[in-house]
């Protein structure tokens, strides 16, 4: 008896893996603004959200990188120093803001220097360690482009020699 097969579409398996990746972009915004709700608003605990926040962020860079994806995208290179002013910038709101609401008493009492001190140097150390995360990204993305262009060079080249032997 033959099994039956069944003959995907190319356009139906594209809807599929757009429909599933406009449910992970879904998933991933709810974990994250989970994650800010519970931090600023709850002080409640939020390790699970936010190791699945991580954890989806690593899988996706890992797995591009492994399958060759250029994670610069169309538009070119990712710009560092954008990267860095947005992840300063949400580290330093949400900390900030959590900071203050736990805070507001000693700093109103104290004076904002304090305050305005700590945003500082969390703003500088959070971009900093943003920066540092995305050069090092962009340099494991450049080598694997490089050794994805060598295999294909190598390719082309061999089927360049097979036609001029024919």
């Known amino acids: ?13 594209t809807q599929m893996n757009r429909i599933q990746g ?11 603004s989970s994650v800010i709700v519970q931090q600023i608003f709850f002080d409640a605990p939020y390790a699970v959200e936010l ?6 962020a690593i ?17 070119g290179k990712i710009n560092t120093f954008t990267v860095m ?6 580290v ?10 736990a805070y507001s008493e000693m700093y109103q009492r104290d004076g904002m220097g304090y305050f305005i001190a700590v945003l500082v140097v969390l703003f500088i150390s959070s971009s900093i360690l943003g920066g540092l995360v995305i050069m ?31």
């Not at 008896?1 to 398996?13: A, H, Q, S, T, Y």
């Not at 002013?85 to 949400?90: D, N, Q, S, T, Y």
């Open 1 to 13: 008896m033959k099994k039956n097969k069944i003959i995907r579409d190319e356009r139906v398996i």
């Open 22 to 32: 406009e449910a992970y972009i879904i998933i991933s915004v709810v974990l994250f």
């Open 51 to 56: 190791f699945c926040v991580v954890g989806i």
């Open 59 to 75: 899988y996706t860079i890992i797995r591009s990188i492994i399958a060759g994806i250029n994670l610069e995208g169309t538009q």
């Open 85 to 90: 002013f947005f992840v300063g910038m949400l």
């Open 92 to 101: 330093t709101i949400i900390q900030g803001t959590k900071n203050y609401t």
């Open 136 to 166: 090092v990204l962009n340099y494991i993305n450049k080598k694997r482009q490089q050794s994805i262009q060598r295999a294909l060079d190598e390719e082309e080249t061999k089927d360049w020699r097979c036609l001029n032997l024919s």
